[in-house]
């Protein structure tokens, strides 16, 4: 059985294709740095997905649906006939989108990617790769928010595993919050090695829930959304704000970091404030999910500065002594959206 993952970011569109194999009764390792490119489900543990193939490319997000959806089925027809499979070998198609999906419809409703917004990608890839989705062995293809693609992989696969492994506890009986900290703040919430969805499709949308009463405005039309603080953007922001005009040229969030590490006293107080609201932000989540661990994605979660006393720093928001999360760092790199498409997808097919 063949199945596709394919991610589409904002600034990279990845695909990968893997293949079902037997299990051989053991738990995949979770390892840091390299990805795995054999994975077991916690609840299919007969049956291993392999990766065998992957392709990138850019992503032209402005470039409108129809572009899209072109350079989509070229990236997928390339890959399939680079490994001598055709299309229609395919079981099913995992597709991660850059905002929230409709758990019923597969649209995109809302994001930072306005020309996937209300379009039926699903659709319009079947009738490109000319898949014929009527059958009763038709290819199922399923769309979901990238960062539930990202939590669902490093809960299967990466951070999750290595939880598992440490607390003796099974995945089928943990619960991850996976948290990205990049160009935006978005996240998704695995219980039992399955995604949260909600009514629709908008749990974990964590990124625009409040951090401060009255704060910066968002794009989203509210104020103080925890986006605003705890995105890369919006942590360089608040560095600018802080030197007025006494450097030429901003740093980004890398040389703030490097800044702070070497002393400086703005970037230390930045870095400072920027811990304590994370730790505000994760332990008012704690408070609602009380989660098993808290696995951290995006551009931000590479500085180790923002691990330091995090967990101590979380625990004072929580209203139960003793219950702030383990808070780990990504363990599948960026290709954690394309391995939770695909995982989504394999999960699609067992199921049924
Ligand atoms: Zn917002």
């Keep these: 059985m063949y199945i596709l993952g394919l991610d589409i970011g904002g600034t990279k569109t990845e695909a990968a294709l893997s293949k079902t194999c037997p299990g051989d009764g053991k738990k995949t390792t979770a390892r840091r740095g390299t990805p795995p490119l054999t994975l077991t489900l916690p609840d299919v543990a007969s049956t291993k997905l392999s990766i065998f193939a992957r392709k990138r490319i850019p992503t032209t997000r402005r470039a409108g649906f129809a572009t899209i959806v072109t350079q989509l089925t070229e990236l997928c027809s390339e890959l399939l006939a680079h490994e001598k499979i055709g299309a229609k070998d ?3 198609i995992g597709i991660g989108l850059p905002g ?3 758990p019923v419809s597969g649209k995109m409703l809302f994001g930072n990617t306005i020309a996937l917004a209300g379009k039926d990608l699903a659709r319009e890839l079947a009738s490109g790769l000319k898949l014929a989705r009527s059958a009763r062995t038709a ?21 999750g595993a290595e939880f598992a492994e440490k607390s003796k506890k099974p995945i089928a009986e943990t619960m991850g919050v996976g948290v990205i900290l990049g160009t ?3 996240g998704g919430i695995v219980i039992g090695g399955r995604i949260l969805r909600g009514r629709q499709g908008g749990a974990g949308e964590i990124g625009h829930t409040e951090l401060y009463t009255n704060g910066h405005a968002c794009y989203c039309g509210r104020n103080g959304c925890a986006e605003g603080y705890l995105s890369g953007a919006g942590f360089e ?13 901003r740093p980004d969030a890398k040389g703030i970091f490097d800044l702070c590490r070497d002393g400086d006293p703005i970037a230390s107080a930045v ?35 923002i691990y330091e006393g ?6 004072r928001h929580c209203f139960l002594p003793d219950t702030a999360p383990a808070v780990y760092r990504h363990a599948l790199g960026d290709s954690s959206g394309v391995i ?12 049924n």
């Design 139 to 159: 290819c199922k293809i399923v769309c979901e928010n990238d960062a539930n693609c990202f939590a669902l992989a490093e809960a299967l696969c990466g951070a």
């Design 100 to 102: 929230s999906v409709d």
């Design 271 to 305: 870095v400072q404030q920027y811990r304590r609201e994370l730790a505000k932000f994760l332990g008012h989540l704690t408070n609602i999910l009380d989660p098993d661990y808290f696995v951290l994605g995006g551009g931000m979660s590479n500085a180790p500065q």
């Design 90 to 92: 395919l079981s099913a």
């Design 237 to 249: 922001a608040h560095f600018a704000s802080r030197i007025y005009s006494q450097i030429e040229k």
């Design 184 to 186: 935006g703040v978005g």
């Design 310 to 315: 995090l967990r101590a720093r979380i625990q």
């Design 340 to 351: 939770g498409a695909a995982l989504l997808a394999f999960q699609k097919v067992a199921a």
